[in-house]
């Protein structure tokens, strides 16, 4: 367990930022269920969930810094931030099949399915929870998506039908749990499914080569 309570290159819990924010965010919580309920609320709604945002930085710090990200992103600054409050915290990494896609990922990816969707899982009261910060209570309301909730005792995930009761997020495969972001095996998955053109696109965060006539998207935008 001591083991996900260290940093690691991506979940740098041990940076100034991180454990000044974990501190601001859980200095007035008692219990590890309410910190944790605290770390996640801010990850999910505090920093803008951001498909389009670049590959780096990868370390939670900077995610921090600059108030987006993608799922892996935001997962990890969870992580890093539990770690920082003394919870034990790591990665999990699934492929899903996303029903409501937004059309201009669908154009990129070719698919609906998106491998190494990331989440967290933190370890309260003895038990491995996952929770999933990646969608934003803003873009769930835009987009009629149920929010992920998170009580610190509860799996938080995303749900398989939005609001309106059409299907929506489809698990199809687990890639296990990782106590940092295994950064090359994530390269290899995301070339192989999309190929090399989009790991170029996805490390700088601007998507020509797929969007025509988009530069580069603002962060929070969809």
Request: glycine letters at 10%; proline letters at 5%.
């Amino acid at each position: 367990m001591e083991g996900y309570l260290r940093p690691t290159p991506s979940i740098d819990c041990a940076s100034e930022s991180i454990r000044a924010e974990a501190l601001r965010l859980t200095r007035e919580k008692g219990s590890p269920f309410e910190k944790a309920r605290s770390l996640f609320y801010f990850s999910r709604d505090e920093i803008r969930y951001n498909p389009y945002a670049s590959l780096d930085p990868l370390a939670a710090s900077g995610t921090l810094e600059r108030g987006y990200g993608f799922c892996v992103q935001k997962a990890a600054l969870l992580a890093a931030l539990a770690r920082a409050a003394g919870i034990p915290a790591r990665l999990g990494f699934v492929n899903i099949r996303n029903h409501r896609l937004d059309p201009q990922w669908k154009k990129i990816f070719g698919t609906d399915v998106v491998v190494f969707h990331g989440f967290a899982e933190l370890s309260i009261g003895g038990r491995w929870l996952k929770a999933t910060p990646a969608f934003d209570l803003r873009m769930c309301r835009e987009n009629g998506f149920i929010p992920v909730e998170f009580d610190g005792i509860h799996h938080g995930m995303l749900y398989p039908r939005d609001r309106s009761g059409r299907p929506h997020i489809e698990y199809l495969e687990d890639h296990g749990r990782y106590a940092d972001i295994p950064v090359e095996v994530i390269v290899g998955a995301v070339t192989r499914a999309y190929g090399t053109e989009f790991l170029e696109c996805w490390k700088t965060g601007v998507w020509d080569y797929f969007l025509s006539g988009t530069s580069e998207v603002e962060s929070g935008t969809r």
